[in-house]
């Protein structure tokens, strides 16, 4: 077979990066997307006085291999030029009504004393690792019952919608960080980290032993773009390399009908133009059950429960109370909110802008009665906020379908649908999140490079 018509599907990073890849070995590639803009949740925008916000936290880190970082970021001229680089992000987190500056995990510390003297006596009779698979059991034998009860569960119901032991493990920890907790002080945690078990499960209890406790030969230093562009900025310069490659992109259009012929898509037909393009291979980055609904292939009723991103812009006529964070992590169920981006602590050049963008993670029904005044109240209430300071401008964004709680079911249909198209086509390869191997920009964009290069159809002639 030719190497002669690729089409991409979906118009996300791992979409865009892998046009830019395929450009290269295909002479014509086409990127499709449904929606009239590309780059997904990784996208900016400006309140009438320049703030610019980004629809979350998005701070991308070098991906440490050089063939993959020239193609995210650009030479090292063009990085120098166009991004910010932090050789660390300083993070920090709310739990149980209190702040700890130094981290982004739990703080158990933060319990009151009866119930902080009770969990850290059932985390220390607990050294050895669980083997569990659903996140319940798992945090019951890593952490024991009343960390459990008092700080894991209630934050599972806030990020999830769900209860713990609907939850598969591997990655339901993971997507937020909650592998670990902080637990101890500093010297008793550098003890208790000599034993892997609780290395594994024990936070440091500063930052700065957090760093020196990294290999700085592979150190991954994370990037923001300059010039208040937001990480917007990073979607508009892949869209602009794969242009300049010959990368053809149809916006608000849709892959109605796959064709085939002995078990390799020939053709796709898009659901708006009508039209039909040839296909030597496909690379899908959207979720595989619409490739298997355009094949007539059927999926059966979505398992999958999605939660719907509400974000929240604000920017205030007084500096924010953290001047230090570019980023909180607020693990308090009492709170809407999970996590705010502090941009003057991010962006060198937002320095007097005084503003932030706030996360709530929802049902598509319990979205629409979030309001603008309730997450300024909570921003002020966790003393991120001055109480005097006045809101300049205010947003509301709601995006459904953004986040797939990671149960049992979401894990068994991604796996189904992926090997249903495994054994049905040839030449077509399901990438970034939906793979359902990685979650995080990094081991998506690397996962996607490895798949891109070692596939058959596409590294042999």
Not at 58 to 63: A, K, L, M
Not at 85 to 113: C, Q, V
Not at 207 to 219: A, E, I, L, M
């Amino acid at each position: 077979m030719g190497k002669n018509n690729c089409i991409v599907v979906g118009g996300g990073l791992v979409g865009l990066f892998s046009s830019i890849l395929l450009a290269d070995r295909f002479s014509s590639v086409t990127l499709i997307e449904r929606a009239p803009h590309l780059g997904g949740l990784l996208r900016s925008s400006n309140d009438s006085n320049g703030a610019c916000f980004d629809l979350g936290t998005h701070v991308p880190n070098f991906t440490l291999k050089p063939e993959v970082d020239e193609i995210l970021f650009g030479t090292k001229e063009e990085i120098e030029q166009n991004w910010t680089i932090f050789e660390y992000i300083y993070p920090a987190a709310y739990s149980a009504g209190k702040w700890n500056p130094e981290t982004s995990i739990m703080d158990a510390r933060h319990l009151d004393e009866p119930l902080y003297e009770k969990a850290v006596e059932e985390l220390l009779e607990r050294s050895s690792e669980s083997q569990a698979t659903n996140l319940a059991e798992h945090v019951l034998e890593t952490f024991g019952p009343t960390l459990c009860e008092n700080l894991f569960a209630p934050l599972v119901r806030k990020l999830y919608g769900v209860e713990a032991q609907e939850l598969v493990t591997s990655s339901s920890v993971s997507y937020f960080g909650l592998t670990k907790i902080v637990a101890f002080e500093r010297e008793r945690t550098q003890e208790l980290m000599q034993n892997e078990v609780f290395a594994a499960k024990l936070g440091y209890t500063t930052h700065d032993d957090y760093n020196t406790s990294r290999n700085d030969r592979f150190r991954d230093y994370y990037l923001y773009p300059k010039g208040r562009n937001g990480v917007g900025f990073w979607m508009k310069r892949l869209e602009q390399l794969a242009q300049e490659k010959g990368v053809r992109i149809c916006l608000n259009e849709f892959v109605s009908s796959l064709e085939s012929k002995d078990g390799s898509v020939t053709s796709v037909q898009l659901g708006e133009s009508k039209e039909t393009l040839p296909c030597d291979f496909v690379a899908w980055t959207a979720p595989p059950a619409f490739a298997l609904q355009a094949a007539g292939v059927p999926v059966g009723p979505p398992k999958s429960i999605f939660r719907t991103a509400s974000v929240f812009h604000y920017s205030f006529d007084k500096p924010l109370l953290n001047k230090r964070s570019a980023y909180i992590w607020n693990w308090d169920p009492s709170f809407l909110s999970f996590r705010v981006t502090l941009y003057p602590n991010i962006d060198p050049q937002a320095e007097n802008d005084y503003s932030l963008t706030a996360e709530v993670l929802s049902s598509p029904e319990e979205a629409d009665g979030i309001s603008l005044e309730q997450i300024h109240e909570e921003l002020v209430r966790c003393e991120l906020v001055d109480p005097a300071a006045q809101v300049r401008t205010q947003s509301k964004v709601v995006i459904h379908n953004t986040f797939p709680a990671p149960t049992e079911a979401h894990h068994a249909e991604v796996k189904t649908q992926n090997e249903l198209l495994s054994n049905h086509f040839d030449n077509i390869r399901v990438l970034g999140r939906f793979a359902g191997k990685a979650w995080f920009h990094k081991d998506v964009l690397l996962e996607a490079w490895g798949a891109l290069t070692e596939f058959p159809k596409i590294s042999g002639d």
